[in-house]
C-alpha cells in the first residue's frame, strides 16, 4: 500500500444521520470547511432524503439506499466541478437531510369565533379544533422554499403558519358549506375532507402534503348552547300545561300527608296534657282536694273534615277519590273543569269549576324552585 492510498483511506467520510428529536425536519451534515472527501460513504435511511448543495445551488437529491460518493453515480456534481485531485476535495458542498416521515398529532384550533348563517337559527358564531398531519413530498422544493440556509429545521419553525393556512380554509368552506349547526358533528368527516384537500393545493408550493386531517369538535358559544339546552329541555317535559297540572297535584298531595302527621302529633300531645292536669288534680290518692277546684281543659280542635268525591261520568257514578287523587286525575286530563262532582253534605251535583276546593286543581302552578337549584 502505498502512502497516497493510505492518506486517501484515512480522509474517507462517512456521511449518515440519525435522530430521536421527533421535531426534527431538516439538518445540515457539519463538517470542517464543508469539505466532501471523494469516495466518501453516504448513508440515507428509511424515511430520509439527503440534498446537496454545491456553492449555493442544489445539486442533487439522495433516495434511501448507501452511496460511494464518485465521480460515476454524481452525474451532476461532476458537471460542476471536476474530480482530479486525488485524496483532497476538489469540492466544497453542504449536505442537508430532510425527514420524509409523517409529523402526526399536531393541533390547530380556530382562535376567534366563526361567523356563519345557519338555516335555523340564523347567524352564528362556531369554534373549532382537531389534529393534523404533514409530510415532505419534495424534499428540494421544501428546502429552496422554505428551510434556505438554516442548519435545523423543526415543525415548530413552520406549524404556526400551517394553522393558520387550515383556519382560513376551514372558516371558508364552513361559511359555503350551509350545514346546520346541529348537523355538523354527523358531517365532520366530509367537512375535513373538503379541508385537507383545500389546504393540500396550498401547502403542496412548500414541498409538503396532509395526508391526515381531523375534526375533533365544533362548538357553540357557551350562552347559545344554554339557550338549546333550555329548548332540549320543553321539548322533553312534552305538554307543558299538564306538566304543571301533575306537579301541582304532587305538591298538594305532600302538603296533605304534612299536615295530617303534623295534626296527629298535635292531638296526641293535647292528649297527655289532659291526662296529666287530671291526675295533678286527684292528688296522689286518687282523691281531689277539696280546696282546689277543677281547671278549666280547651279542648283541641278537631281536625279539618276531608271531602271524598263522588264523578258522574258516562250516567254512573265513579268514587269516592280523595282529593289528592282529583288532583291527579285532573293534571292527567281525566277530571275536567266541566266534570260534575259531589261530596256529602253538598246541594246536587255541581261543575268541578263551580267547587272552590276543586277549582284551584285547574289554576294551581307549581311552587318556584328553591334557591341555588
Known sequence: MGIFDFLSGEFIDVIHWTDD?????????????????????LTVREGQAAVFVHEGQLADVFTPGLYMLETN??????????????????????????????????????????????PEFGPVRIRAYGTYTVKVSDPSLFLT?????????????????????????????????????LDMAANTADLGKMVATEISKVVAEYGLTIPEFYIENISLPEAVEKAMDKRTSMGIVGNLDNYMKFNAAEAMSAENSAMAASMGAGMGAGLGMAMAGQSAQQGPWGARPAAS???????????????????????????????????QMAAKGLLKRESFVWTPGQDGWLRAEDVTELAQLFTVAPPPPPPGA
Open 293 to 327: 277546684a277543677p281547671a278549666a281543659q280547651t279542648p283541641p280542635p278537631p281536625p279539618p273534615v276531608e271531602h271524598v268525591w263522588h264523578i258522574a261520568q258516562n250516567g254512573e257514578t265513579k268514587g269516592p277519590y280523595s282529593k289528592a287523587e282529583m288532583g
Open 73 to 118: 453515480n454524481m452525474p451532476i456534481l461532476t458537471t460542476l466541478y471536476h474530480w482530479d485531485h486525488g485524496f483532497k476535495s476538489p469540492f466544497k458542498s453542504e449536505v442537508y437531510f430532510v425527514n420524509t416521515t409523517r409529523f402526526s398529532d399536531l393541533k390547530w384550533g380556530t382562535k376567534n369565533p366563526i361567523m356563519c348563517r345557519d
Open 145 to 181: 422554499e422554505i428551510v434556505g440556509t438554516d442548519g435545523e429545521f423543526t415543525m415548530d419553525e413552520i406549524s404556526y403558519q400551517i394553522r393558520n393556512i387550515i383556519v382560513q380554509a376551514f372558516s371558508r368552506i364552513v361559511a359555503g358549506s350551509n350545514i346546520p349547526v
Open 21 to 41: 428529536s421527533r421535531d426534527t425536519m431538516v439538518w445540515r451534515f457539519e463538517r470542517e470547511g464543508h469539505e466532501i472527501k471523494y469516495g466518501a460513504k
